[in-house]
């Protein structure tokens, strides 16, 4: 056996070969990695009792090539007559691409394609080249009954793009990807829904050049994701950006959308405010492509002033402390940090371990009280004026010291920053050797704060061996977040299903949403009517039963609207 | 004939006496008058070629006795039943109540009561005594298909609560008008919907008092019907208050709701922020009783700090300047001030005359460069903590120089403030002697506002004699709304209808919307679907069938639901 002090698991650096299942599973660049560091490897050690041994074989990496063996269901005159409304190579039959375009990134569907199972696909992949075919695609496939499932980037976290009932998994990231315009007066853009993040921002930040405005700007909205999920994504998910609590939540900087549904198609208002009824721009946020498809959304957007960032880091001494200060900082008025984040005892631990602290840093904050397992970071940033930003960090900063918090400067908070993106690269290299990390998330008042991490986290921690770290990291003056990270040696696909469905359990006995930002997707579904109870679920079926009759937009157990459990596992 | 130089007409100084029209029509507490200044009067004789001789003379008043010779259309059987239900003391069927229960504000209805001209009313007024009650009501009423329209404070300017059908007004002012809770750490304010807006203020102020909270609090919502307008009224007409820019709209600032509607009661979630599909209470909000009945609100609410108020008033060269420095103001990131405010040309220099500015100050703006019919006051205050009303007027104070404003000080901005409720007072003087005064309001994007602002006004200045004063008073981003005040010597009411279709017909054609806060009503019914589209308004037509499938809720007109003109004029 090799073994020797400065073993290190043979972490993969090659990207997946083209076709295989691990190029679909895998997160992000093919060609990107973010390994464990070795006291991250260290940690993982000690938790689960596992040995160097253990990291000598890798599990089912799923190498294997992408093979069906399922025909389309669909008539071959069905296919051509999609091909003739979009063009032929528009419309993919290929084993490939039907699997691809059917994943997104929960953890079972990582589990499952190392293995090489394939569970519900559509029978073809459409890219239309623009709302137009969209248009078209949908009165063809609602006059044929075909379902169609929308898929933008893919980064879904709850089964939102596997096609339940095959069908056509639409993919408008592959052309619909454009910014069209850049309104300077009113501060907004219109954007087609399959456009990145990354290439949304950058084309704000160089307005001045690519569309001749006097300033840049900047979209606001940075996800965790950010750099595989698209604008579309972001409304119709309900997503939320790190800078929430300045910029506000996806839903917040929707300006209007464009929809094509089987009932019609219409763009809604654009005012930046109208009493004229309840607002069918916020009736179709959230509705993640089970009423139609979005095809184009005007955003509200910001001027892009980076040089005004102020960042700021503080250890409390308490959760308790840390909340209580960050309730106060939400509440007093004198405007709002971008992103501000705290990271309960033992994420803060696990963090400082992790990204290496200097011992005598540990050893400074243990004599000042701060103590390991009761001690909690906070970071964050504050955008906008220059004035504002300096007076929103003097003002936060003396609160947090009255709640007995020491500064750790603008450090933390720009080294998380580099790290912002990329954390989820790791889940590949953990999954080789058995080990899952994974997230569940909801949104709080303030009075439950506390009764839902304990009642949540006591759960987690139930099953041993089991890491459970908590951050809040969107902020609101009546409550937060609560983001649950857990990582175990678990390699049982159904011991993990069991897990995951006692922690959704948990967060909805404890009183929290079933989701913050995340989305419902299927994995939620059945917990959503017990949620919002059964009055207000007849009313987004009735929504459901205006727009699409047919039920072939997204069908099959997404938002709970139909019963239909995710196969597998 | 009697003329003196010093005529002034007999503006009524007495409390219209009881069960008479002028006791319904009349605005605000029965006592309380404000009579048009010295200034105004002349200006008005000036503006309408009128003389003292116009008004020696007064026109209809309204004294007689509200008789209404109409038997209610309810058999005795379902009376006695809506007696059991809640009590016959809270069941009246006199003409007086019935006549009362269903007026608003409009100036339609102002006239035709003057004129002892009553047009639809229930058949029966009904004063529950909390949600059971209305729960109660609701069910019999959906059984027996009895139309219901919901009445709070009665300050429509829609017709929002003439009961186009019959049936019952159901009056939820008169006893459900409680603060119930207030929640200090969620910072929200758990309310029915019936509380005027004094009491709710009044109890949130005295907090610490009433609910042992540590602080006091303010409800951030100030509409200039606030001394006649309930929270629930705000709620589902989408209101918006004076302080809007800062504290945000009506529907910005509703926590949860719940309802009673006949497809079942429910709360909508309490979450600072959930995904979990597109929000019930979004979709209630704006409603206006078509679909259920709000019986309860949770609202956000605010520290109460008027200790760090920081007023501010300028007058700026010209319209386009104060627009452009409004703009950069809202777009600039530093903070919003809470009341912000701008007057066009003409309602600056009115205002100016009006208020009486000494004939110095006149001549020592005209000398800057500030001319009349150029020149555009601005003002308003910020609110909040103390160094950010500071930060925040300063910066704002910057931008207006920049844009060739010359400050004016707090003076202005504080006696604004003295009348800011008062104005509507004067209708009925005004009306005495044949004078109308009436409003129309929109919302705009910043591209379109001046094409907005000119075709509309040109409307209204294309009728002789015809006074048009407009400002901007709740601002966004992305743009701002503009309220058209008009004025005008008109005595027949088929004229004035037309002329009031004329100006929403050119808010259509310009581009506004239908309405930026006032709410739809039945007024503004006939416009929705082309102004929505007929796809949009299918979408509200759904969930008022899921709600409401035998169309008992506020029903005939209302939004544009179903087709029911306005009788009379």
């Known amino acids: 056996m090799l073994k020797t002090k400065f073993f290190r698991p043979d972490w ?9 299942f691990r190029s679909i599973f895998k997160y992000g660049d093919l060609h990107s990695f973010k390994h464990p560091s070795d006291n991250w490897y260290e940690m993982m050690k000690r938790e689960f009792h596992l040995s160097d041994d253990d990291f000598l074989l890798k599990q089912e990496e799923g190498h294997a090539s992408v093979i069906l063996n399922r025909p389309p269901a669909l008539t071959s005159l069905q296919i051509e007559h999609l091909k003739n409304l979009v063009g032929v190579q528009n419309v993919a039959i290929d084993d490939y691409s039907r699997v691809k375009f059917a994943c997104g990134k929960t953890t079972e569907e990582m589990l499952e394609l190392r293995q090489g199972i394939v569970r519900e696909v559509a029978d073809v992949v459409i890219h239309p080249r623009d709302k137009h075919d969209v248009l078209k695609i949908v009165a063809y496939c609602n006059d044929q009954k075909i379902p169609v499932t929308v898929y933008s980037a893919g980064s879904s976290v709850n089964f939102g793009c596997r096609p339940a009932k095959g069908g056509v998994s639409l993919v408008v990231s592959t052309y619909m990807n454009k910014l069209l315009e850049v309104n300077e007066l009113n501060q907004t853009a219109r954007v087609q829904p399959g456009m990145y993040g990354p290439a949304y921002e950058d084309a704000l930040n160089h307005a001045p050049e690519l569309f001749n405005t006097r300033r840049a700007y900047t979209c606001g909205h940075f996800p965790q994701s950010f750099e595989y999920s698209t604008v579309g994504g972001w409304v119709i998910t309900l997503g939320s950006g790190q800078a929430s609590t300045y910029y506000g939540d996806a839903c917040d900087i929707v300006f209007s959308q464009e929809y094509v549904t089987p009932a019609g198609t219409f763009k809604t208002l654009d005012f930046p405010a109208t009493a004229t009824g309840p607002k069918i721009n916020d009736i179709m946020k959230g509705s993640e492509g089970t009423f139609g498809i979005l095809v184009e959304v005007t955003m509200k957007i910001f001027r892009y002033m980076p040089e005004n960032r102020q960042r700021f880091s503080f250890m409390y001494p308490t959760w308790e402390a840390a909340v209580n200060a960050s309730r106060e900082i939400m509440q007093s008025e004198f405007g709002k940090p971008a992103i501000y984040r705290i ?11 992790l990204y290496g602290m200097p011992g005598f840093v540990d050893k400074y904050l243990a004599l000042r009280g701060f103590k390991p397992m009761q001690r909690c970071l906070s970071l964050g940033n504050v955008e906008g004026d220059r004035d504002y930003t300096k007076l929103v960090k003097r003002k936060l900063t003396r609160i947090a010291k009255q709640h007995g918090a020491i500064s750790l400067g603008w450090y933390a908070s720009k080294k998380w920053e580099k790290t912002r993106y990329t954390e989820p690269y790791m889940r590949e290299d953990l999954g080789d050797y058995g080990i899952l990390i994974d ?17 949540v986290r006591a ?17 609101y003056p009546q409550g ?3 983001y649950f990270i857990f990582i175990a040696s678990m390699t049982d696909p159904a011991e993990y299903r069991d897990f995951q469905k006692g922690i959704i359990d948990n967060i909805q006995k404890f009183g929290g949403s079933l989701s913050h930002h995340h989305g419902v997707g299927r994995m939620i579904g059945p917990w959503m009517e017990t949620h919002l109870g059964k009055e207000q679920m007849a009313v987004l079926r009735a929504l459901k ?19 239909n459990p995710i196969q597998g596992l």
């Open 12 to 20: 993969t650096e090659n990207a997946p070969a083209p076709g295989t």
């Open 545 to 563: 039963q205006h727009f699409d009759p047919n039920n072939i937009m997204n069908p099959g157990g997404k938002l709970g609207l139909d019963d």
């Open 439 to 455: 997230t569940l998330e909801t949104g709080v008042t303030w009075d439950n704060l506390h009764r839902l991490h304990e009642g």
């Open 459 to 475: 759960y987690i921690k139930s099953r041993p061996d089991t890491m459970c770290m908590t951050h809040a990291s969107h902020f």
């Open 343 to 353: 990271s309960d005892p033992e994420e803060t631990d696990r963090g400082l371990k």
């Open 480 to 482: 937060t977040n609560l």
